[in-house]
């Protein structure tokens, strides 16, 4: 049988690759341009103080400086994500609000002189308590972090579907269980680095380690007092984002305002420290929950109450406070859910966004809880989950609609890849293996700020010789594989091979996308990008049509072969046009079809530059209630993950020995890219369970910022992964594709918690699995001694 | 702060530079050299971005004064391919799906070939133990596994 799709599915290498291994491959650090100075900041050591008076007078004497700003040299304009809480400012005028909080910025010559500047700064403090706990912030009498928001409290979520009371009356089992995660870091290998340069007319270039290229035009317009157009935001190769990278920071907006003040490109990265005092991250969740089943385990209700440790500004938190309680509405059938949610001012480094954005500890801590449901009905925790599973077509109870599922097959294919029915429950002690479920949006179905802008907009235009196509996409490459995504789905919907479409990306002059972020590209951009080649592979073929004289119905292209339909038409005359055209050119075509390379010279000499476009926004999506936008999306990615651990039962010491992946993606673009995705998510997980954690001393300061001694799995910590990738053909993704890119972490942290519970016994409820706390736990099972719970 | 002239060879070629004392060897290779293909990720020897082979042995530039490679000979990810072929190592990393954001992959590749040059058939673990001081945050390093021990059969085999 012919295969579906001739570029789709494929294992064809990236792109950017063959760049990327040779070191060609240009980030934002790479880039200089003539005349470039050197930007630093001055960044507060206190977690929260009132700033008195700043005196940059040394600095501004310092010889090879060329401009030193702070708060006060700026227009006073609030900035942030959602615009219902913007609540950052590039320099802090009046106060600082975590250690790290920015307060001015110098432009030298070099670096050095900048950094010298920086130390000539004098600021008088006057330093207030510290909030750093949410505990804290909310404790009566608190001063506010925030005018705008007495009692500190950044927004609170209350929302009921069902009726929650009601189904608990009805359960024959109900469960209450807690966990708490620590902040985490993005630890993207590249620190975020940028170059900003106005020209003489005052427009603005601002080249970026950015995944969001739009929101950050968007934030510079809007905080220069500049048109949207008179801002171009390029993104060159970016070194990972996980998150943090998607929205504009302090790092940022201060190039430009030195750029502008200084005339000249002014150059600026963020050390590795600082990195970490910029954060962003993912937050400290502090979970609740009670599930209520029935007899035969069919799941009920759920009553889930979380505070989120949100840092000093709010950042994407509004959509991490909602997402942490709606993306639980998945994929189970669950009629009744309460949410209440509190994500609260500290004096510590902003959260945000982070891969798997708001929803990874909400699932840690439902996963855990239903496989001790499992055990207490006596029931296989795959079993479990196989009855109560959605399929495509159910609705969930917060309105979150699913147009394709496969969890079903998720399950089952890593039950039978992981050899889970021979394991289970006949593991010596010390071994354990679980499992867990994961569920995500396949792109936000609203901005983040009102609009009713597409969420992509893409071009792909014909090259005049006919070899070749380019699509032009403000789309940002991170690493994830995007450019090859798209140009495999321009490549498919034209018909050409993949060699002949090249991308040019990440630039906002290329037209609208909104970025990296809630795994939107593949699916968005990929629409757009699809209708763009559509377009464009129709005005070549009504062209040739008319050149041919047949009708248009009679032609398609497949693998860079013009396919004529119902008998034989002379194509001679067109093919000697060409010939002619390429008198001494080696690569002639040949062969009784007109090539692709043909049919777009000829509609390029009959009318012109084939220019074709496509745009991408959904359709109006979920309830009527009070933060519905948050969790709905076109189409939504589920998994299911088996760990297979040892734990050491002198040292609490938990090692991941094996992990099975499977993850509905639609439909696999590029097969290896999907695969990489997934184990991505695994090792961002894995590390989240068992290591990383920011840890603050008592005056709020980092005490771990480098990557040193803040641990991420390395390539001893990682397990053999088994990845199975699964296929449901989303009817509302572009040939059936959707996410991979966050939805493949949350399984992770739970299947892990729940095989290091069939390995001791220990049911743990805060993270990470430090070997202390693991071994505490296992103490406090009372499963230390022979003989444990289950296993002889 | 004085400055000291350096002679060393970097990818075959003679270079002789005037360098302060502090100046990293990163620094020379990425700002007097513009050899940008070795990255920095944190400037304290913890992640392995930078790495370049020092006489065949992988080290962090950013850790390596520039002075320290006076009279070595360097080699950066820019000279490992030969013209317009790619190192057997550089193809398995592009063919088998060892890059994504690419950060981690010149310093990755290079402590491959530190690795490969001494061990022509590495076990799994003896790679995990070649590369475990760079660090990758986006591929959970299978594919980086399984390019190295691809590229170690074909490299054994002698050819690409």
């Known amino acids: 049988m012919a295969a579906k799709y001739d570029v789709l599915g494929s294992r064809a290498p990236r792109l950017d690759a063959p760049d990327k291994a040779t070191g060609r491959a240009r980030f934002a650090d790479d880039l200089n341009l003539p005349g470039q100075l050197y930007g630093a900041l001055l960044q507060s050591p206190h977690a929260h103080a009132r700033i008195k008076r700043i005196d940059v007078s040394r600095a501004r004497r310092l010889r090879g400086v060329k401009a030193v700003l702070t708060g006060q040299d700026l227009p006073p304009i609030l900035y942030g994500v959602s615009p219902a809480r913007y609540d950052e400012e590039v320099l802090a005028r009046d106060k600082v609000r975590h250690v790290g909080d920015d307060v001015a910025a110098v432009a030298a010559v070099d670096l050095e002189t900048a950094l010298e500047a920086v130390g000539l700064i004098q600021v008088e403090y006057e330093p207030l308590p510290a909030l750093l706990t949410a505990e804290q912030a909310l404790a009566e009498g608190a001063p506010a972090i925030h005018d705008l928001f007495p009692g500190n409290l950044c927004a609170e979520v209350h929302q009921e579907f069902g009726d929650v009371a009601a189904a608990f009356k009805q359960c024959h089992l109900i469960r209450s269980g807690r966990m708490v995660n620590k902040m985490q870091d993005g630890a993207f290998l590249e620190p975020n680095a940028c170059i900003a340069e106005f020209d003489r007319r005052g427009n603005l270039t601002l080249y970026s380690s950015t995944q969001a290229p739009h929101y950050v035009q968007r934030t510079a317009a809007m905080v220069l007092g500049l048109n949207m157009s008179q801002v171009r935001v390029v993104k060159p190769y970016v070194g990972g984002g996980f998150g943090p990278k998607a929205a504009a920071t302090p790092l940022e907006l201060a190039a430009c305002f030195l750029a502008r003040r200084s005339g000249r490109p002014v150059k600026m990265g963020f050390t590795r420290e600082q990195v970490f005092l910029f954060s962003r991250a993912r937050h400290q969740f502090f979970h609740e929950m009670k599930i209520g089943v029935a007899k035969d385990g069919t799941f009920l209700a759920l009553e889930h109450r979380c505070t989120l440790d949100g840092g000093a500004y709010s950042s994407f938190g509004i959509a991490t406070v909602y997402y942490a309680g709606s993306l639980l509405g998945g994929p189970y059938r669950l009629p009744n859910m309460r949410y209440d949610g509190w994500r609260v001012f500290t004096n510590k480094p902003a959260c945000g966004a982070q891969r798997g954005h708001g929803g990874v500890i909400a699932r840690a801590l439902f996963e855990q809880q239903l496989d001790l449901i499992a055990q207490e009905l006596g029931q296989d925790p795959i079993a479990l989950r196989l009855q109560n599973t959605m399929q495509a077509g159910d609705v969930t109870c917060n309105d979150l609609n699913m147009s394709s599922l496969g969890m079903r097959e998720c399950l089952q294919a890593v039950g039978d890849g992981s050899g889970w029915r021979g394991k289970r429950g006949r593991l010596p002690r010390g071994k354990g293996i679980g499992m867990a479920s994961g569920f995500f949006v396949s792109g936000a179905g609203y901005p983040i700020y009102r609009s009713e802008t597409y969420h992509a907009t893409v071009t792909v235009k014909v090259q005049e010789d006919g070899g070749g196509v380019k699509v032009l996409t403000g789309a940002a490459e991170i690493g994830q594989g995007s450019d090859t995504a798209m140009a495999m789905i321009a490549a498919e919907a034209l018909g050409i091979p993949l060699r002949d479409v090249r991308v040019e990306s990440g630039d906002t002059d290329l037209g609208v996308d909104l970025g990296a972020y809630s795994s939107r590209t593949t699916l968005m951009t990929g629409h757009a990008t699809k209708e763009a080649a559509e377009d464009a592979r129709e005005q070549i073929l009504q062209a040739l049509a008319e050149e041919l004289g047949v009708v248009r119905g009679r032609l398609s292209i497949r693998r860079g072969r013009v396919k004529i339909a119902g008998g034989p038409v002379d194509i001679g005359p067109l093919r000697g046009r060409y010939l002619k055209e390429h008198r001494g050119w080696t690569d002639q075509p040949t062969g009784r079809e007109l090539s692709f390379r043909e049919a777009a010279r000829v509609a390029y000499l009959r009318q012109g530059t084939i220019v074709g476009t496509g745009k991408y926004k959904p359709p109006p999506l979920g309830g009527e209630y009070k933060g519905a936008a948050v969790g709905t999306s076109p189409a939504y990615g589920c998994s299911a993950q088996v760990a297979e651990v040892s734990v050491d039962l002198e040292t609490g010491q938990v090692f991941v020995e094996r992990i099975t992946d499977a993850h509905d993606c639609g439909q696999a673009v590029n097969r290896t890219s999907v695969e990489g995705q997934m184990e991505g998510s695994v090792s961002m997980g894995l590390g989240e369970a068992l290591f990383e954690e920011v840890k603050f001393d008592s005056k709020g300061r980092v005490l771990n910022p480098s990557l040193g001694e803040y641990h991420i799995p390395t390539i001893m910590d990682m397990p053999q992964m088994k990845c199975i990738v699964v296929e449901s053909n989303e009817p509302n993704g572009p040939y059936g594709a959707k996410e991979v890119g966050e939805g493949a972490i949350m399984p992770t942290i739970p299947a892990i918690l729940n095989a290091v519970y069939d390995a001791t016994g220990a049911v743990i409820d805060e993270l990470p699995l430090t070997p202390e706390r693991v071994l505490a736990a296992i103490k406090k099972a009372g499963q230390n001694k022979k003989g444990g719970r289950r296993k002889g | ?160």
């Open chain 2, 1 to 160: 702060m004085s400055s000291h002239r350096i002679r060393l060879t970097v990818n075959g070629v003679a270079r002789e530079i005037l360098a302060p004392a502090n100046r990293t060897l990163a620094q020379l290779l990425r700002e007097d050299l513009g050899l940008t293909g070795t990255k920095q990720g944190c400037g304290e020897g913890d992640c392995g971005s930078c790495t370049v082979l020092l006489d065949g042995e992988p080290v962090n530039s950013c850790l390596v004064l520039a002075v320290q490679a006076h009279g070595h000979e360097v080699l950066t990810i820019e000279g490992l391919a030969q013209g317009r072929e790619l190192h057997p190592i550089q193809q398995a990393f592009v063919e088998l799906g060892g890059i994504q954001c690419g950060f981690c992959t010149p310093g990755m590749i290079l402590s491959a070939k530190a690795l490969l040059d001494k061990t022509k058939r590495p076990s799994q673990e003896q790679i995990r133990r070649a590369l475990s001081g760079n660090l990758c945050r986006c591929t959970g390093y299978q594919k980086i596994v399984e390019a190295v021990s691809e590229a170690g059969r074909r490299l054994s085999r002698g050819r690409r």
